[in-house]
C-alpha cells in the first residue's frame, strides 16, 4: 500500500493544473461595517505543464456563491474546476492561471463593487489581488491577456471591473450579467416592500433577522435576500452599513433621487458613459438565455445593441435556457477565450 499526503489538492483530480490557495489579509476590507472576515482565500490554477508567462482570468460567482466553492466535488458530475480541466484537454479551454475570486458578504455577495455598506471590494480587487497575482505568478504583462468573467453577479461584476479598468482587465466575458434594473430588480423589489414596511425602514432589523435565522425560514427568503444584498451595494446610506430601498414604503413609488442612485450602478447606464474605456477592450462576450428568469436577456441586448452603436466590436450569443442554466454555459466562455488567444 503507498500512501502520501496531497497538499493543495482536493478529492478528485485535476490533470492539466496545480492548485494553490492565496490567503490576503486585506487591508481594504479590515473594518468593514458588516464584520466580514478582512481574510480571504483565492484558490488559483496554474498549468502545471509550461512555465509562462501566462494569461490571466478572473473569475467572479453568482450572488450567494463564491468562486472558491467551485473547487467543492459534486454527485455524479463534474464541478467548475473539472470542467476547465476537462476542456483544457480538449483544446477548448486556455493555459492560463485561473484566479477564483473570494469576495461573499453577510448579505450574498458584493457586486464585487465598493460600497459603505458592505466593504471596498473593487479595491479589494484591483489593489491587492491583481498585484498578488503579478508578483507570485509567471504571467503575462499585456492587458490583452487578462480576462474578467463571471455571471448573473459574478458577469455584473466583470462589466463594471472591465469597463472601470481597462488597462487592467482588456477582456470581459459576461454572462446573464445583472442589469436593466427595471425589469430584473424593481420586480423584486416590489415582491419585498412589505417586509420593509414591517422592518420601518431598518436595513438593521432585517440583518438581525438573516444573521438569527428568521430571513432564511421565509417562504421567498431568497428573494427579499436577493434585495437586501442589492440593496447594501446600491443604495448605500452612510457608512455604518445601512441602506436604503427607492420605493415608498407605503404607496410603492418611487423616490426619485434613491431611483436615480441606484440606476447609476446599472450596467445600461455606466456603460454609456465609459465608452471611451470600453473602446480599449481587446474582447467582449456577452452570453445570456432566451428565457432569464430575471429578464436579463432584454438588458443584454440592450447592451449589446449600445456596444453597436459605437462600432465597439464584441460578441453576443444566446442560448436556449434560462438564469439558472448559466452554469452550463462557463465552457462557452472558455471557447470564447480559447479562439480569442489563439
Known amino acids: 500500500m503507498k500512501t502520501e499526503i496531497l497538499h493543495n489538492l482536493r478529492t478528485y483530480d485535476v490533470k492539466n493544473f496545480q492548485i494553490e490557495t492565496l490567503r490576503i489579509d486585506s487591508s481594504v476590507l479590515k473594518n468593514n461595517p458588516l464584520g466580514d472576515s478582512a481574510t480571504r482565500f483565492n484558490p488559483v490554477l496554474i498549468p502545471a505543464n509550461s512555465e509562462g508567462p501566462w494569461p490571466v482570468i478572473f473569475v467572479l460567482s453568482g450572488f450567494t456563491g ?71 505568478y509567471s504571467v503575462s504583462d499585456k492587458t490583452s491577456d487578462w480576462c474578467v468573467t463571471g455571471g448573473s453577479s459574478g458577469g455584473y461584476g466583470a462589466l463594471h471591473l472591465a469597463s472601470k479598468h481597462p488597462k487592467m482587465f482588456g477582456v470581459v466575458a459576461a454572462v446573464a450579467p445583472d442589469c436593466f434594473f427595471e425589469a430584473s430588480l424593481l420586480p423584486e423589489i416590489y415582491q419585498a416592500l412589505p417586509l420593509w414596511e414591517k422592518y420601518k425602514g431598518s436595513s438593521m432589523k432585517a440583518l438581525d433577522d438573516l444573521r438569527n435565522g428568521k430571513l432564511t425560514k421565509m417562504k421567498n427568503w431568497h428573494n427579499l435576500l436577493n434585495v437586501f444584498g442589492m440593496a447594501a451595494c446600491y443604495g448605500a446610506k452612510g457608512d455604518k452599513g445601512e441602506f436604503e430601498l427607492p420605493l415608498d414604503m407605503h404607496t410603492a413609488e418611487k423616490i426619485p433621487s434613491l431611483w436615480e442612485k ?27 438565455g432566451t428565457k432569464d428568469n430575471f429578464h436579463l436577456q432584454y438588458g443584454s441586448r440592450q447592451i449589446s445593441k449600445l456596444l453597436k452603436s459605437h462600432s465597439i466590436p464584441h460578441d453576443y450569443v444566446e442560448f436556449d435556457g434560462n438564469h439558472f442554466d448559466i452554469g452550463d454555459r462557463r465552457t462557452e466562455v472558455w471557447k470564447f477565450l480559447s479562439a480569442h488567444w489563439r
Open 66 to 136: 463564491n468562486a472558491p466553492f467551485y473547487f467543492n466535488s459534486k454527485f455524479n458530475e463534474a464541478n467548475a474546476v473539472q470542467v476547465i480541466d476537462q476542456a483544457f484537454s480538449r483544446g477548448e479551454a486556455p493555459e492560463a492561471v485561473y484566479v477564483f475570486v473570494d469576495a461573499l458578504t453577510t448579505w450574498g455577495g458584493s457586486q464585487f463593487i465598493n460600497s459603505p455598506a458592505t466593504g471596498n471590494y473593487e479595491d479589494y480587487i484591483v489593489h491587492e489581488l491583481v498585484p498578488f497575482i503579478k508578483k507570485k
Open 262 to 288: 441606484w440606476l447609476e450602478k446599472d450596467p445600461l447606464h455606466f456603460l454609456e458613459k465609459r465608452v471611451k474605456n470600453l473602446k480599449h477592450l481587446h474582447g467582449i462576450y456577452i452570453d445570456v
